[in-house]
C-alpha cells in the first residue's frame, strides 16, 4: 500500500473554481492507476476521474468538462482542478491508488483500490 496525503480543496460560490492535490510517499509511475473519488453526506462514494499509468483519463458524466486530473510523475503527486463548482459537487474528495492492473475508469468500484487518503472537503454554495 501507498501512503496517500490529500490538500487543498475549500469552500467556494457556485460558477467558481478549486483544485485538490495528493501527494504519494511512492513513485507514482509505478502505480497503475489513480483516482478521486468523493463521498457526500448521505451518500455513497463515487468515483469521479481516474488516469492510468500512460496517462489514460476517465470522468464520470457528472463532471466530464468542468474537471480534469492530472499525475505529476516528477513530484509524485495527483491533481483535480475543477471549474464551474455546483453544490451538488459538495463533497469528502478522497484520493485512491493501485498497483493491480485493471479498468483504470471511474467504474472501478472501491474495493480495488488498496490505498486511500485521508480525504479533504470541497464545499460549493449556492
Known amino acids: 500500500q501507498v501512503q496517500l496525503v490529500e490538500s487543498g480543496g475549500g469552500s467556494v460560490q457556485a460558477g467558481g473554481s478549486l483544485s485538490v492535490s495528493c501527494a504519494a510517499a511512492?513513485?507514482?509511475?509505478?502505480?497503475?492507476?489513480m483516482a478521486w473519488f468523493r463521498q457526500g453526506s448521505g451518500k455513497e462514494r463515487e468515483g469521479v476521474a481516474t488516469?492510468?499509468?500512460?496517462?489514460?483519463?476517465s470522468y464520470s458524466e457528472s463532471v466530464k468538462g468542468r474537471f480534469t486530473i492530472s499525475r505529476d510523475n516528477a513530484k509524485n503527486t495527483l491533481n483535480l482542478q475543477m471549474n464551474s463548482l455546483k453544490p451538488e459537487d459538495t463533497a469528502l474528495y478522497y484520493c485512491?491508488?493501485?498497483?493491480?492492473?485493471?479498468?483504470?475508469?471511474?467504474?472501478?468500484?472501491?474495493?480495488?483500490?488498496?490505498?486511500w487518503g485521508q480525504g479533504t472537503q470541497v464545499t460549493v454554495s449556492s
Open positions: 485512491a491508488a493501485t498497483t493491480y492492473p485493471g479498468a483504470c475508469s471511474v467504474s472501478r468500484p472501491p474495493r480495488l483500490y488498496g490505498s
Open positions: 511512492q513513485v507514482t509511475s509505478s502505480l497503475y492507476c
Open positions: 488516469i492510468s499509468r500512460d496517462g489514460s483519463t
